[in-house]
Structure formats: C-alpha cells, structure tokens
C-alpha cells in the first residue's frame, strides 16, 4: 500500500522531554503532520517526583534548601524551555501549527488529561527508555494511558 493511508490528524499530541526516544517520536510526529491541517501539541511532563526536590538529606538550614530549590526549579525550567523551543522551531520549518503545554504531575494522568483538552486525534511518545540510557528513570504508565486514551497511540521505535 502506498503513502499513508490514515488521515492527517488534525490535533496530534506529541509527549516530548529530550530523550532518545522523545527525539524519535517528534520525528515521528513531524512526518505523520500535515502543513495546515495539524496542529502538533508538545505536552512536556515534569515529573512529581520533582516537586520535593529539596536536598533535605544533605542540606541542613532552611536557607540553604530554599537556595537549592530555587536552583532545581531554574534549572529544570531552562531545560524545558530549550526543549519546547526545539520542537517548536522544527514544526516552523515545516509550517506546521504548535502549540505547548508543560504540566507537573504523573506522566500518564498529565498525558491523559492534556489529550481529552486538545481533542487529540492521535498521541506520539517514544519508546521505554533502555536500561542504561540517560535521563530521568520515570516510567509511563502503558496500560493506564492505552485504557484512558478517546484516540489512538502511536510508539515510536526505538532510534
């Protein structure tokens, strides 16, 4: 069968935090949209975990752990932002729509939510991240999201 023989989605929802297979994903994402007819959703998710990054067990005055706080949440949101930034900038090389969305929170309830907002034709995330490869250890939750999704899911493979 030539060419794809599904729709372009109009609302696809990308799941993208700089990973390996985030990478592949947003590739994915990128070939499957369709200039004037998609509008591509970056949903970057950052994870609870980081909510009480503190350093409580190492840091011993309130000052300090305010300090380092503040520090976490800089840095984690610079990393973001260059990430939407990217994402972005590839969708404007293809004229296609984007939007963001980055949202705290388990990654399969924040995915979940953010589709049923946007009216996601279709959802992208990469691949389980391979024992040993960089990054944040936080799991998607597959069975949860495959059973909440109203649209199809879409793994990307792995590069």
Not at 25 to 34: F, K
Not at 45 to 59: I, R, T
Not at 60 to 85: I, Q
Not at 129 to 135: F, I, L, P, S, V
């Amino acid at each position: 069968m030539a060419g794809n023989p599904l729709p372009a989605p109009a609302s696809l929802l990308l799941c993208h935090h700089g990973t390996l297979g985030a990478a592949a994903a947003e590739a994915l994402a990128l070939d499957i949209s369709v200039a004037g007819v998609t509008t591509l959703v970056h949903c970057l998710v950052v994870p609870e975990l980081w909510a009480g990054m503190q350093g409580d067990d190492w840091l011993n005055n309130a000052s300090t752990r305010d300090a380092f706080g503040s520090y976490v949440e800089n840095m984690l949101e610079n990393d973001a932002r260059r990430e939407l930034a990217a994402v972005e900038s590839h969708c404007q090389e293809r004229s296609i729509a984007y939007h963001a969305v980055m949202r705290l929170g388990e990654p399969a309830d924040v995915v979940l939510a953010v589709a049923g907002e946007v009216a996601a034709d279709l959802v992208v995330i990469g691949p389980p991240r391979k024992k040993g490869e960089e990054g944040l250890r936080s799991r998607m939750d597959l069975e949860k999201l495959v059973r909440g999704l109203k649209c199809p899911l879409l793994i990307a493979s792995r590069p």
